[in-house]
């Protein structure tokens, strides 16, 4: 699996930002999409899924701000990202399982400054 992640950048605490996640050599309307993000000195924590039916899930500290959702067409996955605060400040990364290999993006970095 190939993954690439965009989109990140700098925003002001209370804004808003989108982030994409294009995927090839695989049959991505099968797949579940995940987003994970990861901050300076933590350990990365999954942030939002998407299943290949559409379903979706939340951590707890974005629930309510952000949105996952995948368009199959263009074999893309993305992340909006509302109501931005100092805390979300982190890379973020897609990623998805493939024949019991997770793979990953390349990360994108996302700085909400107060």
């Known amino acids: 699996v190939q993954l690439q992640a965009s989109g990140g950048g700098l925003v002001q605490a209370g804004g808003s930002l989108r982030l994409s996640c294009s995927a090839s050599?695989?049959?991505?309307?099968?797949?579940?999409m995940e987003w994970y993000r990861q901050a300076p000195g933590q350990e990365r924590e999954l942030v939002a899924k998407?299943?290949?039916?559409?379903?979706?899930t939340y951590a707890n500290s974005v629930k309510g701000r952000f949105t996952i959702s995948r368009d199959n067409f263009a074999d893309a996955v993305y992340l909006q990202m509302n109501t931005l605060k100092p805390e979300d400040t982190a890379v973020y990364y897609c990623?998805?399982?493939?024949?019991?290999?997770?793979?990953w993006g390349q990360g994108t970095l996302v700085t909400v400054s107060s």
């Open positions: 990623s998805t399982v493939d024949r019991g290999r997770r793979g």
């Open positions: 050599r695989i049959m991505f309307r099968a797949y579940d």
């Open positions: 998407i299943s290949s039916d559409g379903g979706t």
